[in-house]
């Protein structure tokens, strides 16, 4: 039994290995197949960003918001919904409309032009590019909010549902 669960352990290292050996390009943000995956895809995006808002919404309603662990949720929920216009704007530039034209020069170089040549499309698309920005926040804070919630009723004293 230990020679079978040290070979899979010794499978997993070295999967693990090679993983961070040869790394491939990772990119934050992925292109979605024409036409019906983009647009699901988009809606998608619409669709969270409302189901946050209604989340904000009934939050501040009842008045959760004023104890930390809902206070935090409710942050959360904001930077998801800016984080979900960030994607929608770049899906938008990258496949709805394609004006941008990205360029690899070498491998910390990046040329982007804009079709019309326009400077404010290129900064706009560099700035959305930036999705990590609002991602990453959001994830910490609903992160935060959960263990907060969990702290002030712990698992065991939770009642379970219907």
Same mark, same amino acid.
């Given at each position: 039994m230990s020679t079978v669960g040290s070979r899979v352990s010794y499978a997993l290292l070295m999967a693990a290995g090679m993983t961070l050996a040869a790394p491939g390009p990772v990119f934050a943000t992925q292109a979605h197949g024409?036409?019906?995956g983009l647009y699901v895809h988009q809606m998608s995006h619409l669709f969270l960003a409302y189901s946050m808002g209604l989340l904000i919404y009934w939050l501040r309603r009842r008045g959760l918001v004023l104890t930390g662990g809902w206070r935090n949720l409710q942050y959360s929920a904001l930077f998801f919904i800016f984080w979900t216009i960030d994607a929608f704007t770049v899906h938008l530039m990258d496949e709805q409309y394609p004006i941008i034209q990205v360029a690899r020069r070498d491998d910390w170089m990046l040329q982007?032009?804009?079709?019309?040549d326009v400077?404010?499309?290129k900064g706009l698309y560099y700035l959305v590019k930036l999705d990590h920005l609002f991602c990453v926040p959001a994830l910490f804070l609903l992160y935060l909010g959960l263990k907060q =919630? =969990?702290?002030r009723h712990p698992a065991d004293e939770v009642p379970a549902g219907p």
């Open positions: 024409d036409p019906e982007i032009d804009s079709i019309p400077d404010w499309i =919630l =969990l702290k």
